[in-house]
C-alpha cells in the first residue's frame, strides 16, 4: 500500500509527528480513491475498524486501518496482540500495524522475548546489514551479528532492524 509505504518511509527518514504523517495518508487517500478517507479516519479507534467484520475479512483498507491504528500505539507487543485478538485476517492486519509500529519504536522497542524466538535470526541480521550497507547509512558498519552498532545514526539503523518479521515461540 503506497500510504504504509510513505509512512514507513517517513519514519524511517526522521518525521515523528503522528498527525504529519496521518496528514500526509489523507493527501494520498484523496489522490487515490476517497473511500480510503473513511478507514483513515477509523483508524483513531481499533473496535471502529471491526477488524472481523464478515464478509469483508482480508479487506486491504482493513489491514491500512490497523496499521495507522498502530502508528498511533507506543508499545509494539500489547498493541500486536490487540489487532491479533481483533480477529480477521489477524496475521496480515498484525504484519502491516507491525511493520508501522516496528518503523516507529525501533528496534530497542521490540519485545525480546520476540526477538529471542526469531526464526532465522542470524540469516535476517545479515540481510539487514547488507541492506545497510547498500543504503549507504554509516561505512562504519560492523558485522558482528546480531550486535551490530552504527555510530553516526543510531535511530535509523533501529528502525531498518525493527522491520525484520517477527515470530513468537
Given at each position: 500500500c503506497v500510504i504504509i509505504s510513505t509512512i514507513i518511509g517517513n519514519i524511517l527518514r526522521?518525521?515523528?509527528s503522528v498527525?504529519?504523517?496521518?496528514?500526509m495518508s489523507k493527501d494520498i487517500a484523496i489522490s487515490y480513491d476517497e473511500r480510503i478517507l473513511e478507514y483513515i479516519d477509523l483508524s483513531n479507534n481499533l473496535s471502529a475498524l471491526k477488524l472481523d467484520?464478515?464478509?469483508?475479512?482480508?479487506?486491504?483498507?482493513k489491514a491500512l486501518g490497523?496499521?495507522?491504528w498502530a502508528l498511533r500505539q507506543t508499545e509494539f507487543q500489547s498493541s500486536i496482540n490487540a489487532i491479533v485478538l481483533e480477529g480477521g485476517d489477524s496475521d496480515t492486519n498484525a504484519s502491516v500495524?507491525?511493520?508501522?509500529?516496528g518503523a516507529k519504536v525501533g528496534y530497542s522497542g521490540l519485545p525480546s522475548v520476540w526477538l529471542?524466538?526469531?526464526?532465522r535470526k542470524e540469516e535476517l541480521m545479515k540481510k539487514v546489514?547488507?541492506?545497510i550497507k547498500k543504503l549507504n547509512i554509516d561505512s562504519s558498519i560492523q558485522e558482528s551479528i546480531p550486535k551490530t552498532i552504527v555510530e553516526n545514526k543510531p535511530s535509523l539503523f533501529h528502525r531498518v532492524k525493527s522491520m525484520m518479521r517477527i515470530k513468537k515461540n
Open positions: 526522521g518525521t515523528e498527525d504529519t504523517l496521518l496528514n467484520e464478515l464478509p469483508y475479512i482480508g479487506y486491504t483498507l490497523a496499521g495507522l500495524a507491525g511493520a508501522v509500529l529471542e524466538g526469531l526464526v546489514n547488507l541492506l
